[in-house]
């Protein structure tokens, strides 16, 4: 849009090849999506009652007790962590991330790897005893770190190959007393996954709200457990309150909790009544959507670039479907060809970067010679860019036109 928003203030818009990224903007909502954000900004509610109705549109959508709106799947994590460490003692709440004090302060986790949000869950100031999810014998290895400081298992979603499988997880986390959180962020599609983790015994499980589901980038959700949820709800809100006035009084009534906490862990982290109600218009079309359809289109745009870039020996390419971890949507894998001194893929992604409309790539985690394509937030028209700034500047390479 050369005369939008951003244009406006002088930021360039981009060909988006790497999905759902942060980096990148994450998703582009829908227009129903934008029109409850529009709405939610006209007026005041209290954010206790939105955040009740977001959760029983949650626990609707993914089998789960109970959900929380928040700011995205790594605030999720965070809160998922505080509630595991502190239950419903205010007093352990008001300490954290001190958790010095704390008869149960560990949580069990993977070795961090390409996709390494452990940082979210160390936040909320758990000592994490990591292990190689990976290994034959993890299941053993888990088992046996399981001691007296342990507050929960985590386990990280990055592929169907599921290592171990989260049921067998579940059964030994439930096993010792303890909780198991999913993180969840890159698992949908397929569509399945939104109540299968709940399903397979996962006690709070994060998800991304601006990735496949289609809501407001800085929206997440957490779900799960009842007694869970209420311990990261009351960590997150706003805790200017009195226990004989506070909004969620039912909770000392019923002898949950004794006391308000003070700000909590979460404070930092709060979620914006738009982004709430956005999230919520984005749960309530995502069971409508048109999954097939938009996995058609996804299947056009992936076999438009590679078409059109047939024959190139500068990169060697591959349709791959389903994508490399198992999921249901087609990439296109981008690889340095076998003349090295004409065009690298370290190349391409920079002359890319260097257009007046810059193309982004999902780069390989380990590999500078391979490079990924997402369709999932490709454009009309974007697909035929693509083609074209790729051949031109591999034509400008030829000619030593560019470094």
Request: net charge negative.
């Amino acid at each position: 849009m050369a005369d939008g928003a951003y244009a406006k203030y002088g930021v360039p818009e981009i060909v988006n090849g790497v999905g759902y990224a942060t980096r990148v903007g994450g998703s582009c909502p829908h227009p129903d999506v934008l029109r409850a954000m529009s709405e939610a900004n006209t007026a005041f509610v209290e954010i206790d009652d939105l955040e009740a109705a977001a959760s029983r549109m949650i626990a609707h959508c993914t089998g789960a007790e109970s959900g929380l709106a928040t700011c995205g799947a790594s605030a999720a994590l965070t809160l998922a962590a505080a509630a595991c460490l502190a239950g419903s003692d205010p007093e352990l709440m008001d300490l954290l991330p001190d958790v010095s004090t704390f008869t149960r302060s560990e949580i069990i986790y993977p070795h961090p790897g390409p996709y390494d949000y452990d940082h979210a869950v160390r936040t909320a100031g758990a000592r994490l005893v990591t292990i190689d999810y990976e290994a034959p014998n993890a299941l053993e290895q888990i088992r046996s770190s399981i001691g007296p400081h342990t507050a929960a298992i985590g386990y990280v979603w990055l592929g169907t190959n599921e290592s171990p499988a989260i049921p067998a997880l579940a059964e030994l986390a439930h096993g010792h007393g303890l909780p198991l959180i999913v993180d969840a962020a890159f698992s949908l599609p397929p569509v399945e996954n939104l109540r299968s983790f709940i399903t397979r015994g996962a006690d709070l499980v994060a998800y991304s709200g601006g990735k496949h589901l289609g809501g407001p980038q800085n929206s997440g959700i957490l779900c799960g457990r009842a007694d869970l949820l209420r311990s990261a709800w009351v960590q997150m809100v706003d805790m200017d309150v009195r226990p004989d006035t506070w909004s969620l009084q039912p909770l000392i009534e019923s002898g949950w909790i004794e006391r308000p906490p003070r700000h909590g862990i979460g404070r930092s982290m709060k979620v914006g009544k738009d982004a709430v109600i956005g999230l919520m218009a984005a749960l309530e079309r995502y069971s409508v959507r048109n999954h097939d359809t938009e996995l058609e289109v996804w299947r056009s745009s992936i076999a438009c670039v590679a078409d059109g870039l047939a024959g190139l020996p500068e990169l060697g390419l591959t349709q791959l479907f389903p994508n490399p971890n198992g999921q249901p949507f087609p990439v296109l894998r981008i690889a340095s060809g076998e003349d090295a001194d004409r065009l690298c893929v370290r190349d391409l992604i920079l002359a890319l970067g260097r257009l007046p409309r810059k193309v982004i790539l999902a780069e390989h985690e380990r590999s500078p010679d391979v490079a990924f394509l997402y369709p999932m937030c490709l454009r009309p028209g974007d697909p035929e860019y693509i083609v074209t700034s790729i051949r031109t500047i591999i034509e400008k390479k030829n000619q030593g036109e560019l470094p």
